[in-house]
């Protein structure tokens, strides 16, 4: 199977699946990786892995709509069968959506369906919460609202300041978003109208 990988920043969840794939772990081939921001470390770690990257900035688009066509007419030309969102922080148009639905997965740094969107761990602390983690879902319209796949959930001690929940949440989403990547290119796991289904059975 052909994935793309689209990134912004850190790009340590893609490298996560760059590795399993490299140890066998996960069937696939990462065909390119994608970085709305020139400036992207995850562009240098790709580099790293001998696979190949390209750029397209939104800056230099004049919408959302045009920016989102460009960059399905970059992603389309691999003929990906799977497209990983691993920290893209770019909220994306309806239509780029469901031209991808059922192919395309998202991690987000929380036990969705609580606190989608920004500042995760923030909000977590302040409302005084005891649990948080990791959630690895289709992505659909919603923003950070598609069907959950798998969560991974770290407990919050009394001392624990933002950085140092991200810190604990991203050893978790390097564990399992490489399973979840695994179980979708190995034929194991697809979306079925609202639901993920594992293995025949919805989760
Ligand atoms: C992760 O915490 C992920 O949950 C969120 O953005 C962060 C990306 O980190 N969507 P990295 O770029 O994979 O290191």
Redesign the pocket.
């Known amino acids: 199977p052909r994935i793309v990988v689209l990134?912004s920043?850190?790009?340590?969840?893609?490298e996560a699946i760059a590795e399993a794939i490299e140890r066998g772990d996960v069937v696939g081939r990462i065909v390119a990786v994608i970085s709305n921001r020139p400036q992207a470390r995850?562009l240098a770690r790709a580099g790293r892995h001998g696979l190949p990257t390209e750029v397209v900035d939104h800056t230099a688009y004049s919408g959302r709509e045009a920016f989102d066509t460009a960059l399905a007419m970059r992603i389309d030309a691999h003929g990906p069968d799977l497209v990983v969102l691993?920290?893209f922080m770019r909220i994306l148009t309806p239509s780029f959506v469901d031209h991808y639905l059922g192919r395309m997965l998202?991690?987000?740094?929380s036990l969705l369906p609580a606190y989608p969107g920004l500042d995760t761990h923030a909000r977590v602390l302040a409302d005084g919460m005891a649990r948080h983690g990791?959630s690895v879902h289709f992505v659909t319209r919603e923003l950070d609202g598609g069907p959950v796949v798998l969560q991974g959930a770290v407990r919050i001690g009394i001392d624990d300041t933002p950085a140092r929940l991200a810190k604990r949440?991203?050893v978790i989403?390097h564990r399992l978003y490489p399973q979840a990547v695994a179980w979708f290119t190995s034929g194991r796991l697809h979306l079925s109208g609202h639901r993920a289904i594992l293995d025949g059975i919805p989760l």
């Not at 920043?9 to 893609?14: A, P, Q, R, T």
């Not at 998202?106 to 740094?109: A, G």
């Open positions: 990134v920043g850190e790009g340590s969840n893609f995850a691993a920290g998202n991690i987000h740094p990791a949440v991203q989403e």
